[in-house]
């Protein structure tokens, strides 16, 4: 048998197969196996596509986000940042309800650095303030503290105790008077009155002015305007309560 004559004997062969497979089955079983590949392939590629369109997804948040957040920083977060590092003066002026004088500053071209202030109408009143991109600290308080006690002609300074610290080289003042216990509460409480008194209109409840109990800190005069009566009466509470 030559070649060609074995060629066609395989291929009627296959043909009589297939004929006798279609009768007994009712359908090619061939095209069946090629229709679900296919379903296969094309199920992939839809998946693969569609992890395509999420990566890209991502890839554009993350752009937008980081746009967002660099103009949040410029038109936003820098200019609020920079208004309080130019405006120093406008800060602690309407921080204290004072109008301020410079006396001296050692600043760059942004103004951070080191000033010296004093108060019109108490131009003996200097104190400092320190500026530092954005960051302010000043010993306005403290030095007025220290400058009302100087000046408080009293018997009863002695019963206070002025104690000097240095923060950021600053001079920062602590004032109280020290008790044993509840006895001395109203006594202590009258001496801090009076002293307030002598500050004309000067005192502030921010000032750093108590009384020290053990290592308690008692402070009556929290408020502005705060009457004798109601201190008193609020000392010997938080006394109770420590």
Known sequence: MSNESDWKELEKWAKEKKEAEVEKVGFDINQIN??????????????????????????TA?????????????????PSFERLDVDIEGAISGMHQIELITVSKNTDKKGNGTYIFSVKGHEDI???????????????????????????????KNRFVLVERIENEMNFYD????????????????????????????????????????????????????????????????????
């Not at 993350?62 to 820098?78: C, G, S, T």
């Not at 954005?134 to 306005?140: D, F, P, R, T, V």
């Not at 220290?146 to 408080?152: A, G, I, S, T």
């Open 34 to 59: 090629g229709s679900s590949n296919n379903k296969a392939i094309k199920g992939i590629n839809i998946l693969t596509k569609g992890m395509s369109i999420t990566y890209r997804i991502i890839i």
């Open 175 to 242: 004032l109280y008077i020290e008790i044993k216990d509840e006895n001395e509460i109203e006594y202590a409480v009258k001496s801090m009155y009076d002293f307030i008194l002598s500050t004309s209109g000067m005192f502030s409840p921010s000032w750093s002015f108590y009384i020290k109990c053990g290592e308690s800190r008692i402070y009556p005069f929290y408020k502005t305007n705060m009457g004798l009566e109601d201190a008193i009466e609020e000392a010997k509470i938080r006394y109770k309560n420590f």
């Open 62 to 78: 993350m752009i937008v986000f980081f746009i967002l957040a660099l103009l949040y920083v410029y038109f936003w977060a820098k």
């Open 126 to 156: 200097q104190f400092n303030a320190t500026k530092r991109y954005g960051e302010m600290k000043e010993n306005y308080d403290s030095v007025c503290l220290k400058y009302c006690f100087d000046r408080w002609n009293s018997d009863q």
